[in-house]
């Protein structure tokens, strides 16, 4: 994104771009979501949101491996549940974490999460559940 007036970004490619911490990707994220939103509310296609590969945040700041197997996560989440082809980058297996990443520490929330998360998150080694994708 663009430093000027402030607006939501547009693609997924816009949000990394604009990420400098692990909680600028979380504000953006929410954003996309929004934009998301409004983009189904219109009828209008979500493809054009994921479909050039996001820069790799991975070495930017400490999260920024979760960051990108996120970024895939949610293409591919999007993708499935819009009946639209998940991009090839979203599916490359240097986006998958090695080691599991759980949006809750605590042991019994982590058992719903291996029950309860998409698989397109799941396949990731992403586990959140699917209300955090979600816009009021």
């Given at each position: ?44 296609s ?11 945040l ?48 605590f ?7 291996l ?21 009021a």
């Open positions: 994104m663009k430093h000027g007036p402030w607006r939501r970004p547009r693609s997924l490619r816009e949000v990394t771009e604009s990420s400098r911490t692990y909680a600028d990707f979380g504000y953006h994220l929410k954003d996309l979501l929004h934009v998301c939103a409004e983009l189904r509310g219109r009828g209008e979500l493809a054009p949101l994921f479909a050039e590969p996001p820069p790799r991975a070495g930017c700041f400490a999260e920024g491996e979760v960051c990108d197997a996120f970024a895939a996560g949610l293409a591919d989440f999007l993708s499935r549940a819009n009946g639209l082809a998940t991009p090839s980058w979203a599916l490359a297996a240097d986006r998958v974490l090695e080691r599991p990443w759980f949006s809750e520490e042991r019994q929330v982590r058992l719903r999460l029950r309860d998360t998409p698989s397109a998150f799941k396949d990731k080694n992403i586990f959140v559940f699917e209300s955090a994708l979600q816009v």
